[in-house]
T-cell receptor, first 114, second 113 residues
Framework: ETGVTQTPRHLVMGMTNKKSLKCEQH?????MYWYKQSAKKPLELMFV???????ENNSVPSRFSPECPNSSHLFLHLHTLQPEDSALYLC?????????????FGPGTRLTVT | AQKVTQAQTEISVVEKEDVTLDCVYE???????LFWYKQPPSGELVFLIR??????QNEISGRYSWNFQKSTSSFNFTITASQVVDSAVYFC??????????FGTGTSLTVIP
């Protein structure tokens, strides 16, 4: 595997379900990110992790819970979501956090909340 | 107000035409970085270029070129002799000190054979 991988690629869940999105990077990077991409809106940065520590949480509702067990893996745990949470969730990584470094993205998980 | 504005929502060009994608940004920081990414139908954003705020030199990479003008807060992207494989959504992004990244809404480019 190369680059950034995400599973599952598609997910349909009810509002009372609990599910998790997984991201893995094979680039030896130290920073990882979660973004939300909704139609006709800018990508929204949700969380930033640096060496497994959360360094940014951009006012994301608590129904989204990130977890970074090591620098290669990042999870987004989902519970009691709303239909407006339906979107493409993108994971990214960079060599280090901070403005200087370009990010490498995974293919995303298309989430539909019913 | 949006930090990054991509006013062109959709553009269609015929193959071999040149096309310019506009990006206007807003920041009060003197040190910042600008990026362009390409998102093909497969979904993942592909990094194209990074430019720091102190380097206003234009850059050319094959058929791609970028025009950075601080005076107009713009960082435009031109594809010369467009090809069908250039069809994608293109995003401009701004990063400020710290860990904040701001993306535009993207421009969907369709190159017609």
């Amino acid at each position: 595997e190369t680059g950034v991988t995400q599973t599952p690629r598609h997910l349909v869940m009810g509002m009372t379900n609990k599910k998790s999105l997984k991201c893995e990077q094979h680039l030896g990077h130290n920073a990882m990110y979660w973004y939300k991409q909704s139609a006709k809106k800018p990508l929204e940065l949700m969380f930033v992790y640096s060496l497994e520590e959360r360094v940014e949480n951009n006012s994301v509702p608590s129904r989204f819970s990130p977890e970074c067990p090591n620098s290669s893996h990042l999870f987004l745990h989902l519970h009691t979501l709303q239909p407006e949470d339906s979107a493409l969730y993108l994971c990214a990584s960079s060599l280090y956090p901070g403005q200087t470094y370009e990010q490498y993205f995974g293919p995303g998980t298309r989430l539909t909340v019913t | 107000a949006q930090k990054v504005t991509q006013a062109q929502t959709e553009i269609s060009v015929v193959e071999k035409e040149d096309v310019t994608l506009d990006c206007v940004y807003e920041t009060r920081d003197t040190t910042y970085y600008l990026f362009w990414y390409k998102q093909p139908p497969s979904g993942e954003l592909v990094f194209l270029i990074r430019r720091n705020s102190f380097d206003e030199q234009n850059e050319i990479s094959g058929r791609y070129s970028w025009n950075f003008q601080k005076s107009t807060s713009s960082f435009n992207f031109t594809i010369t002799a467009s090809q069908v494989v250039d069809s994608a959504v293109y995003f401009c992004a701004l990063s400020e000190p710290g860990n904040q990244f701001y993306f535009g809404t993207g421009t969907s480019l369709t190159v017609i054979p």
